[in-house]
């Protein structure tokens, strides 16, 4: 298995311009959840899914971030307009199970906005 | 907000010396899990210990869990230079699916 695939690896985008993050998950996986990782603020979960359906989107900071899973094996993470403070790295993970099991990350995505 | 909180924060060693790291938490849990993260990398998980365990072992990794106290510690025996990397614990939630992390611990081995 590959395991979990985000694309891309790094950005760089300017204030104001739309960024959409995208995350592939390990085939199988019902659980799929985007984390956003700073110095100051460490891990931070924004939202997660089952099957393919958002169950707690707390996290996600402000209306300016939205996600989505479409299908089974793809989901976005998009942010418009964006800002300097949405600099982070922001990473996908999936999971066969809930209850908080075992997660599989991806790479992640290294966002700087300017 | 956070759940668990790492001590130390930092910590460095001599090659082949035990690496002991802490974590703390504040709400029930189903579990607690240990991750690791190499610079520039995703976590990947390296053990996870029950609510209504005490002790586990992974290779040269030992795990404890004091349900009492909200606490864990991860023991790394004989540590190696590649052990070097952040290592982070995160409580599974016992009412939702969530897995929220600690600030994690800075472990450096020199060789």
């Known amino acids: 298995d590959a395991g979990v695939i985000q694309s891309p690896r790094h950005e760089v985008t300017e204030m104001g311009q739309e960024v959409t993050l995208r995350c592939k998950p390990i085939s199988g996986h019902d659980y799929l959840f985007w984390y956003r990782q700073t110095m100051m603020r460490g891990l931070e979960l924004l939202i997660y899914?089952?099957?393919?359906?958002?169950?707690?989107d707390s996290g996600m900071p402000e209306d300016r971030f939205s996600a989505k899973m479409p299908n089974a094996s793809f989901s976005t993470l998009k942010i418009q307009p964006s800002e300097p403070r949405d600099s982070a790295v922001y990473f996908c993970?999936?999971?066969?199970?809930?209850?908080?099991?075992?997660?599989?990350f991806g790479s992640g995505t290294q966002l700087s906005v300017l | 907000s956070q759940q668990g909180e790492e001590d130390p924060q930092a910590l460095s060693i001599q090659e082949g010396e035990n690496a002991t790291m802490n974590c703390s938490y504040k709400?029930?849990?189903?579990?607690l899990q240990w991750y690791r993260q190499n610079s520039g990398r995703g976590l990947v998980h390296l053990i996870l210990i029950r609510s209504n365990e005490r002790e586990k072992h992974s290779g040269r990794l030992r795990v404890t869990l004091d349900t009492s106290k909200k606490s864990s510690s991860l023991l790394i025996t004989a540590s190696r230079a590649a052990d070097t990397a952040s290592y982070f614990c995160a409580t599974g939630s016992s009412n939702t699916g969530k897995l929220i992390f600690g600030q994690g611990t800075t472990l450096q081995v020199k060789p």
């Open positions: 709400t029930s849990i189903n579990n």
């Open positions: 899914f089952n099957n393919n359906v958002p169950i707690d």
């Open positions: 993970a999936s999971s066969p199970r809930s209850d908080g099991e075992k997660l599989f």
